[in-house]
Each structure stands twice: as C-alpha cells, then as structure tokens.
C-alpha cells in the first residue's frame, strides 16, 4: 500500500491540513499490558489517549524525510478516492485471509479516515504520558524503529 508512494517520495493520504497526535504502538502496548497486569484503578474510567505532538501530515512527512534521509512531501488526497484506492477489502483479504475481518477493517479504516479528515483527532491530552509515568515516544521516534520503513520505502531499481 504505501511502498510505491513512499518509494516516490510522496505521503498521499486524505487528511487535508488536519492535525492528529498518534501514538506509537509501542506506548500503546506498554499501556494495555498496564491496565491489564492491574486493572482495578480503571474501573469505569476511560481516557483520551493521544501521542506527545499534535501536527498536520506536512509534519509527518519531515519525520518521514528525516528518517530516511531524503525528501518526502505529504500530497493531500480527496477522502473517498483515497479510501476507493487504498481500502479495497479483496486486497485486505489477502493480507488478513477472512473476509469478514477484512470488511470489518475496511469499515473501520473508511469511518477512521473521514473523521481525521474532518477534524475530529485534533486533540492532545497528557492522559497516556500520566498513566505510563514518562513521556510517550514521538511520531520521528516510532519512524526510526520501524524495522519495515525502509523496506516499504525502498526506490524501486531500474
């Protein structure tokens, strides 16, 4: 999916000029294995869970660009073709194998897109840096120890 965009130089996804904060899986693992090893203090509670920086995807593109070492510019795609041309259940099928999950996250990635492009992540809470007691890992971190970037962003050889 992102291997030829990347490859090229390009980030194309439909977020516009939007603003989100995600977190790194691995933040997002270590919080579960918390809650989970000891769940009586959130009891009926729930959290607005955002990553340490709020930015649009012109932002996301200088991590990308300073991880790999070359330029990378974020080109804004319309949500629906995106969503048309990326979110293609056979194709997630073949990645996921039952077709019932692969519907379920099609459904999921078209809802989750459309809300970012609509605004609605543009928040940041300091609620994930409390519950891991230290400060959650940046977008340019995650970048850095994805063992797959590079791969994904190989320039194709002619």
């Known amino acids: 999916m992102l291997a030829g965009p990347l490859s090229n130089g390009e980030l194309r996804l ?6 989100l904060a995600p977190i790194a899986v691995h933040d997002l693992a270590e919080v579960c294995v918390k ?6 203090p959130h009891i009926s509670k729930s959290y607005v869970l955002t990553g340490p920086e709020l930015k649009d995807m012109y932002g996301f593109a200088e991590d990308h660009a300073a991880v790999l070492g070359r330029q990378v510019v974020y080109l804004p795609e319309e949500v629906e073709a995106w969503n048309e041309a990326f979110l293609d259940e056979t194709v997630l099928q073949e990645t996921l194998g039952d077709p019932a999950v692969a519907r ?5 990635l078209r809802i989750q897109t459309m809300l970012i492009a609509g605004g609605r992540h543009d928040v940041l ?3 994930l840096e409390t519950l891991l007691g230290r400060p959650p890992r940046t977008t340019r971190w995650a970048l850095q120890n994805n063992t797959r970037l590079r791969e994904l962003a190989a320039v194709p050889s002619h």
């Open 14 to 19: 439909p977020f516009g000029d939007q603003r």
């Open 125 to 127: 809470s300091d609620q």
């Open 35 to 40: 809650v989970l090893v000891d769940p009586a």
């Open 104 to 108: 379920h996250v099609a459904a999921h």
